[in-house]
């Protein structure tokens, strides 16, 4: 276990890291807003990765332009499903919505499956990030890096978006204090669906950066769902700067895990989340207290 | 004498003008007088068609089933065994509770004579003790583990086309005498990987090889991340990265085995299963070159290249060697039953003990007494980079034969006691 | 117990009784064990108002358990059953104490997390629980009584499941289960009127627990075996799905729920190539039409018939 190894591992942390910030961050502005816990998130992340596939297989449409198209395609069919299915359920138990993206997440499992088979899509690695650098010992691929800086990139964006504008400031009171952004008269309602197109497009956004370096299959956000749901929680529900650094954490933490033992890496995850459960309810990062 | 000869020509000539891939079994010339228990023959089909083995055999495989019943009457006349032959078929979406009750009504309310396929090793294992308790056959293809085979082998179960000793013994060998004797082997943490992990430990260090570490990923892989083990690959510089992840988990890792240039640090890449489909979803040129054992090629002769262009017509794929082996079980479980004269079990099981037989799946068969593996030749393959290839599905080039001796686990390591 | 519920309990009886001879004997056996499952998440959900998304942990540590002690020490099945039930409730004690700290979606996300560690723990101890492949060739015994069918095996575990029911039945019908009503829809109120919820609540999880234990001990000794997929977090889901499917709170409405999707998901099997689009489907139709689940509609519809026809029949008679 040299330190050099150690060192890649962190890097690859990050890597991971980034898929988690930018799905959990998605899951927590939605969740923030709207009260609900998408469980339709892995499929979205899924969607968008199908998109860009699909940008480059009929269209010959690639990577950088799939970057900004795929999310915000992904982030309209978002806006249909807040509109006809989501919005019915508001203000009711958040039990309903949750088990609606359920269903959801297996009708567009399902559907893509139908279409394109289970087994996968191939999509290239952009040429111009196809290169490696050398870090310490071992040479490290690029595109990696790349996601690791985008992803951050976005993710503080986002930070911008909500700290800095007026659709943050609703964002940020209807989050935090529900009934009191209500009380002052401020329509959160027409917010709403702004934010679950944000929240959906960071997913789909994800979706893309996988697709060079995951495989792109209609199950592939089956289980991370389920791992997302966890970051989100160590980071404290609806949570912004939380479900970033968790994610990031996380990633970090459980790559440095498969150090020692590569297999724990899922036991660390969920064993992190009933302690901090019990320990900080509202989550690491949080400084309120939940229920 | 004169009437056989004639329908034995009339029913070649039938063959050949359907362009019928039509095995050649070895005593398939008896004109045998067949009686059906309940009058009719059902043949289950249990698999996924849903969810990740959907691809490799699902549907399609039903199809091949299909195949050859439609192709056995045409040679052998549409009475060929005295009643009506019924393919039924059920989705198990790798649920072995689902896949158990589902057995259990074939068996018991379709009056299912066989079960074929069943991909997934604890639904197999399922389906196997359901089989011994009705007393019905069952000819397991897709699945992997030796079990089948070993602890929990019966009288009614047999396993067709491939376990993890014949990829072991195929792979494990060639790649430690040609390519490379330093192994380090990566596997999916269950149980399909830790076979794949003991068999081909045993094969590489039979053959001179070592295996300088073995670690297990996690499983599920929930990430899709494998980049741990391949930057310890990087560190650990093996001839061989033998990898035993199977379907969306071996795409992952060789997609990122690529992104971290391993093979550009000579690293070569040692796969312990792979299907025609993951060959797709990974893309054919960054596969290119990488050998691997597997019990059939479609384009491996006139003979499978006639039945892959019959099956394309049919369902627009090649088929995989799973498609090819139910299409082949089938029609060899029919074959038995002329033999036998009955669709009885215990008859047919009879006859199919020690049977020895060619088809175009396979080659020097022998279906052996004691545990029930068909004994048969495995192919050593490489995948063609795509500038080699004819069409699109033509992946792969046969590069030799392992006798079935040498593919087929010796029986004193089965502890089969049936 | 009132008529209504004599009549009920007389025609669920009946029902299991037949079950297994207008389906058959497996599947009947998959719907009466999955109904008690679901009961055990209603117990909780319905009457505690705990949504317990991780209730696989405590079906599948009774299996593998039952299984274990089955295959071990050939134990008849009644027995090995109870072993199941025992594990499974000390398996809840822990984790019912620490989930119970938490509220709503918060305990649910606790509950999953742990049996989550439960899948990766049992898939690890490989040489105890057989890994992926499970523990295989489960014996079905009971002395003096060959079990070697489905059916003989749904008959002879009947009883247990009926008890199980029972039980879960008297819970929400004592002054524990009114006490945990109110916790539900109050629990500061039932604080001060000096209830200890916390333990309350704590009792209920581990009676749950046990109840889902003595499902899945059923469920693996019937199946011959137990595998990982009694501890994944889509059979918590699918306890879920049946319990609010049938219908919260009304204990039967886990029965119904469990019916629709076992008959569903085995019709499905045969019949469509797309499972998941039908299910899902379904899901969302149910959320967005029949919130209060299937089971209160039936109701409803039973009360409007049986109006209209003693209105008919008044009619007729004057």
Redesign the interface.
């Known amino acids: 276990m040299?330190l050099?190894?150690v060192s890649?591992?962190l890097f690859?942390g990050l890597?991971?890291g980034a898929?988690y910030a930018l799905l959990s961050l998605g899951l927590a502005i939605i969740f923030g807003v709207l009260r609900v816990v998408n469980f339709a998130h892995g499929a979205v992340y899924m969607l968008g990765a199908f998109a860009a596939y699909l940008l480059l297989q009929q269209f010959d449409i690639g990577f950088w332009p799939a970057l900004v198209l795929a999310p915000i395609g992904v982030a309209l069919l978002g806006v249909v499903v807040e509109r006809l299915l989501l919005r019915r359920l508001y203000g009711l138990d958040p039990l309903y919505n949750f088990l609606l993206t359920f269903g959801l997440a297996l009708f567009l499992q399902?559907a893509m499956?139908l279409r394109f088979?289970?087994?996968?899509?191939?999509y290239?690695?952009p040429d111009e990030l196809s290169a490696?650098v050398s870090l310490g010992?071992?040479?490290?691929?690029v595109?990696?890096l790349f996601v690791i800086a985008f992803s951050l990139l976005i993710c503080v964006a986002t930070w911008y978006l909500i700290e800095r504008t007026r659709l943050g400031m609703v964002v940020r009171a209807a989050t935090e204090r529900a009934e009191l952004t209500r009380a002052l008269g401020i329509d959160v309602d027409r917010w709403v669906t702004a934010v679950f197109a944000i929240g959906i497009g960071l997913a789909a956004l994800a979706g893309v950066l996988?697709a060079?370096?995951?495989?792109?299959?209609p199950?592939?956000g089956s289980?991370?769902i389920?791992?997302t749901f966890a970051v989100v929680v160590i980071g404290g529900l609806g949570s912004i700067v939380g479900a970033v650094t968790a994610g990031f954490l996380i990633g970090v933490l459980?790559?440095l895990g498969?150090?020692f033992n590569?297999?724990?890496?899922?036991v660390i995850v969920f064993a992190l989340m009933a302690v901090v459960l019990l320990v900080r309810p509202a989550g690491l990062f949080s400084s309120r207290e939940a229920a | 004498m004169k009437r056989v000869l004639a329908l034995a020509m009339i029913a070649a000539v039938v063959t050949a003008a359907c362009g019928a891939a039509a095995p050649t079994g070895g005593a398939s010339a008896s004109p045998a007088q067949v009686t059906l228990n309940d009058g009719k023959l059902v043949i289950g089909v249990i698999n996924d068609?849903?969810?990740?083995?959907?691809?490799?055999s699902g549907?399609n495989a039903v199809e091949a089933v299909k195949m050859a019943v439609e192709d056995f009457k045409a040679k052998y006349g549409e009475n060929a065994l005295g009643g009506p032959i019924e393919v039924?078929?059920?989705?198990?979406?790798n649920?072995?509770?689902?896949a158990?009750?589902?057995a259990?009504?074939f068996y018991?309310?379709n009056n299912a004579d066989i079960i074929l396929d069943v991909p997934t090793?604890?639904a197999a294992?399922?389906i196997a003790?359901v089989a011994n308790?009705e007393k019905k056959l069952y000819i397991n293809i897709t699945a992997a583990?030796t079990?089948l085979t070993g602890v929990?082998c019966n009288k009614y179960t047999f396993h067709y086309a491939y376990d993890t000793y014949m990829l072991a013994a195929g792979t494990g060998k060639w790649v430690t005498e040609n390519l490379g004797k330093q192994w380090y082997i990566i596997y999916p943490?269950?149980?399909?990987g830790?076979d794949m992990e003991k068999s081909f430990r045993g094969a590489v260090t039979k053959f001179g090889g070592t295996v300088v570490q073995s670690?297990?990923?996690?499983?599920?892989?929930?990430?899709?991340?494998f980049?741990?083990?391949l930057?310890?690959a990087?560190?650990l510089k093996p001839q061989i990265l033998g990898v035993m992840q199977a379907?969306?988990d071996l795409?992952?890792v060789v997609?990122?085995y690529n992104?971290?240039?391993l093979g550009d640090q000579g690293i070569k890449l040692a796969i312990g299963l792979l299907f025609d489909?993951?060959i797709?979803?990974?893309?054919q040129d960054?596969m290119a070159g990488v050998v691997y054992t597997t019990p059939w090629v479609w384009s491996m002769d006139d003979q499978s290249k006639a039945f892959a262009d019959k099956f394309l017509k049919r369902t627009g794929i090649r088929p995989t060697f799973a498609h090819a082996g139910n299409y082949s079980a089938a029609w060899q479980y029919m074959e038995a039953i002329r033999r036998a004269g009955t669709d009885d079990a215990d008859a047919v099981v009879k006859q199919l003990e020690g049977y020895k037989f060619n088809d175009f799946f396979i080659r020097n068969g022998n279906i052996r007494a004691e545990d029930h593996w068909v004994m048969h030749d495995a192919l050593l393959a490489q995948v063609k980079p795509a500038s080699e290839a004819k069409e699109k599905f033509d992946y792969s080039k046969v590069l030799g034969t392992i006798p079935a001796e040498t593919a087929s686990r010796p029986l004193a390591d089965a502890g089969c006691k049936k | 117990m009132t008529r209504r519920d004599i009549a009920l309990l007389v025609v669920g009886i009946g029902i299991a009784l037949v079950l297994p001879r207008v389906l058959?004997?497996?599947?009947a056996?998959?719907i009466v064990l999955w109904a008690l499952f679901a009961v055990s998440v209603d117990l909780l959900l319905g009457y505690g108002g705990m949504l317990s998304f991780g209730h696989a942990a405590f079906w599948g540590a009774g299996g593998y358990a039952a299984a274990l002690l089955a295959k071990a020490y050939q134990l008849p099945f009644p027995l090995a059953a109870l072993g199941g039930i025992a594990v499974a409730m000390a398996l809840a004690a822990p984790i019912g104490y620490l989930a119970i700290r938490r509220r709503g979606i918060y305990f649910a996300m606790v509950t999953l997390a742990f049996a989550q560690m439960l899948f990766?723990v049992v898939?690890?101890l490989?040489d105890l629980t057989?890994?992926?492949?499970?523990v295989?060739?489960v014996p079905k015994i009971l002395p003096g009584i060959s079990l070697?069918?489905?059916s003989d095996f749904y008959y002879a575990a009947l009883p247990l499941v009926l008890i199980g029911f029972f039980v879960a039945y008297r819970i929400v019908h004592s002054p524990f289960g009114h006490v945990l009503v109110s916790i539900r829809d109050n629990e500061a109120r039932a604080q001060a009127l000096g209830y200890p919820t916390q333990r309350y609540k704590l009792i209920a999880f581990v009676l749950s627990g046990g109840i889902a234990g003595l499902a899945g001990s059923l469920?693996a000794i019937g199946?011959?075996?137990a595998?990982?997929?009694l501890l994944h977090w889509t059979t918590s889901g699918s306890a879920v799905l049946m319990t609010v499917l049938g219908g919260m709170g009304t204990l039967w409405g886990g029965g119904v729920g469990a019916a629709i999707v076992l008959l569903l998901?085995?019709s499905?099997?045969?019949v469509t190539?797309?499972?998941?689009i039908v299910t899902g489907a379904i899901l969302i139709a149910i959320v967005l039409g029949f919130r209060r689940g299937l089971a209160p509609a039936l109701h409803t519809a039973a009360v409007l018939a049986w109006a209209r026809l003693r209105a008919m029949r008044a009619a007729r008679e004057a």
Do not use: C, W
């Open positions: 040299d050099g190894y890649i591992q690859n890597v991971n898929f399902d499956r088979g289970i087994q996968g899509q191939p290239p690695t490696s010992p071992v040479s490290y691929p595109y990696r996988a060079p370096m995951r495989n792109v299959a199950l592939m289980e991370l389920i791992l459980a790559s498969a150090v590569p297999a724990f890496e899922n | 068609q849903s969810l990740v083995y959907a691809d490799l549907k039924i078929t059920a989705d198990h979406q649920k072995p509770d689902l158990s009750s589902k259990q009504e018991e309310r090793s604890s294992l399922a003790k308790d583990t079990d929990s943490n269950y149980a399909f830790q670690d297990g990923s996690p499983f599920p892989n929930t990430s899709g991340d980049s741990n083990l930057v310890k990087g560190q379907g969306g795409v992952n997609k990122q992104q971290f240039k489909t993951d797709t979803a990974i893309g960054q | 058959y004997s497996a599947l056996l998959r990766y898939n690890e490989r057989g890994g992926e492949n499970g295989q060739g070697g069918r489905t469920f199946n011959s075996f595998s990982l997929e998901e085995d499905l099997s045969s190539e797309a499972p998941g």
